[in-house]
């Protein structure tokens, strides 16, 4: 007698579909999903909790709305805000279609705007006042009476707030921390004390991240770098450093902040991490449009470039340790020039493909070699180093030979059409910048040319400084 099965021709095997199932996709398929899902998370994230920001057309209208009827009777303006409007208006509050346009915050309308907004008030709107709260910091702290007048609308609805919404009570559990003038020092404390790491200030009130932007979270870190001392200046605390700044995104804060860590001596333990994080971060200390930022102040600006110039030295000695230590073994050369690294501006390699190849895979030079290092035409083993200091630049090779001088103004070389060392070697062999007098105890001396390296040559050079460089 025939099966089930068989009448009707139909062999099911559960284990066909698992095997349908598991390769129904393609690999490349199953990594696209997994990507895609992990970029969704980090953008959930991201995203700010509560009210979510209105498109920049509504609040631009609102905005519009507010400022054509202001002069209106009160009633009669009131009436022509929705609820839906009001939303609206609270995040137009700080708003400027242009440079020219009056922020309702910072001026006079802010209280007729208040009035509106507590008239038809909403609980969710203590989260769009506590960013804007956040995101004006600076601001409000020379704007006295719209501060005052914004924090207490804000402590009030929080302490009258009796709900359940979990991002509501966040801020209103928290308020209190933001309300005095120096909340920002109080918040870096209690960073330094819960043993938080400044990259994630935003757990220690339960928020997400993206309020790390906020004018009031660069206050934060302001005090974090000045508070944090002793044990608590380690490699993992630095490193949050940089990645606080890359998460709050402004050149202004990354400049004031790495600035601050390069030029204060109580970070000098972590100078390593410091000087690669920041030229990573900020750049090359030698280009200098790299280190500009507009409207800062008189004392914001020096300190920018006191680190510039710091962080330029310890690059240099770098330079130099390598020139005199892996190029050349000369410890008499290297132990000279390290005398004068505060007085060095900049630094030139000169030489072959190998050794710019060589000296690219020296972790501590290796991401400036390409700014500093320029290539011969033909190739040969020695290699140069050109040292830029006052209204000099002096010339030392890998073949010990002479110290070549020249006049800043007077060096008119190509140094990207160098063919051989031949061509920084433009003085005669007869033109000394110090020589030995035929008496001893005197030399001739020259602003430019030549100083060998035979003998006592330290004591020569330093002649010849004496006289044109000190």
């Not at 708003?95 to 969710?124: G, H, M």
């Amino acid at each position: 007698m025939p099966k089930t099965k068989d009448i009707l021709n139909w062999y099911f095997k559960p284990s066909d579909f698992k095997y349908t199932a598991e390769h129904l996709f393609s690999s490349d398929t199953k990594i696209q999903v997994a990507n895609s899902m992990k970029q969704m998370k980090e953008i959930i994230i991201k995203i700010p909790e509560g009210n979510k920001r209105p498109e920049k057309k509504l609040i631009d209208d609102i905005y519009k709305l507010f400022q054509d009827k202001y002069n209106q009777e009160y009633p009669i303006f009131y009436s022509l805000f929705s609820k839906r409007d009001v939303r609206v208006l609270v995040w137009a509050l700080d708003y400027r279609p242009n440079v020219n346009s009056q922020i309702i915050l910072f001026s006079k309308q802010f209280e007729i705007a208040k009035r509106i907004i507590t008239d038809k008030w909403k609980d969710s709107f203590i989260i769009s006042l506590w960013h804007i709260l956040l995101k004006n910091w600076d601001t409000l702290l020379n704007q006295k009476e719209q501060r005052i007048s914004l924090t207490s609308l804000l402590v009030t609805k929080c302490n009258e707030y009796n709900r359940t919404r979990k991002d509501i009570l966040k801020i209103s559990s928290n308020i209190n921390q933001f309300i005095k003038i120096d909340s920002p020092k109080e918040y870096a404390n209690r960073l330094i004390q819960n043993k938080i790491l400044i990259s994630e200030a935003h757990s220690l009130i339960n928020q997400k991240e993206s309020i790390l932007v906020y004018e009031y979270y660069f206050k934060v870190i302001e005090k974090y770098v000045e508070i944090i001392n002793g044990d608590n200046i380690e490699n993992n605390n630095i490193k949050a450093i940089y990645q606080f700044l890359i998460k709050q995104n402004s050149k202004k804060s990354k400049l004031l902040i790495c600035s601050y860590l390069i030029n204060n001596s109580k970070f000098n333990k972590v100078t390593e991490i410091i000087k690669n994080q920041t030229v990573n971060m900020v750049g090359d200390p030698i280009q200098k449009s790299l280190w500009k930022y507009s409207n800062l102040t008189e004392n914001q600006e020096n300190n920018i470039e006191l680190a510039r110039n710091k962080l330029n030295i310890l690059l240099n000695k770098d330079f130099i340790d390598v020139f005199f230590e892996k190029l050349v073994q000369d410890y008499r050369r290297k132990s000279y020039w390290l005398k004068f690294i505060d007085k060095i501006n900049d630094i030139k390699f000169i030489g072959n493909r190998a050794n710019y190849k060589y000296l690219t895979n020296i972790d501590n030079i290796s991401k400036f070699v390409d700014s500093r290092y320029k290539t011969t035409i033909r190739n040969q083993s020695t290699c140069a180093l050109i040292i830029y200091s006052k209204d000099f630049v002096f010339v030392e090779f890998t073949d010990t030979g002479a110290l070549y001088i020249y006049k800043y103004q007077n060096f008119n070389i190509n140094l990207n059409a160098i063919s051989t060392m031949e061509d920084l070697k433009t003085w005669s062999k007869y033109k000394y910048a110090c020589k030995n007098a035929e008496h001893t105890g005197y030399v001739y001396l020259n602003e430019e040319g030549r100083i060998t390296h035979q003998g006592n040559w330290e004591s020569r050079v330093n002649c010849w400084m004496k006289d044109y460089y000190d």
